[in-house]
């Protein structure tokens, strides 16, 4: 599975790489450190996943969501956020995200997630 990380927290993407490849099944094929960046590496890479993060610079992660689930609607996207309340989870489902997780969620729940719908 082809999967494309977008979060301007470096640290964050370095600990989300390291478990997605610890498995054979995962190839992380590139990073974005704000929207803009994940929706034009996602139209050229077509990723099987893009991992979200909610607040992102440019363009928020909401938006940066709708934009390529309108493009690209079999693409799986997945928010994520340090804000865990209903509200986001709204939202994200509301922009055409496949999932919403907190950054906290346990690494077998993301991997799960992720793997949802194979």
Same mark, same amino acid.
């Given at each position: ?15 989300? +790489?390291k478990?997605?490849e610890?498995?054979?099944? #995962?190839? =992380? %094929? ?6 803009? @960046? ?27 969501t +709708? ?7 079999? #693409?799986? =996207? %997945?928010?994520?956020s340090?804000v865990?309340? @209903? ?9 055409g ?17 992720? +793997?949802?719908?194979?």
């Open positions: 599975m082809r999967v494309l990380i977008a979060d301007d927290d470096q640290g964050y993407r370095n600990y989300v +790489r478990i997605l610890v498995g054979a099944d #995962m190839n =992380v %094929i590139a990073e974005a450190i704000d929207g803009e @960046e994940a929706v034009s590496l996602s139209r050229r890479l077509k990723p099987d996943v893009v991992l979200m993060d909610l607040d992102l610079p440019r363009l928020d992660g909401l938006q940066a +709708r934009r390529l689930k309108s493009e690209i609607p079999t #693409m799986k =996207v %997945i928010i994520l340090t865990e309340d @209903e509200t986001c989870r709204k939202a994200a489902v509301k922009y995200a496949d999932a919403f997780l907190p950054k906290s969620a346990d690494i077998h729940q993301l991997l799960s997630v992720i +793997r949802k719908g194979q």
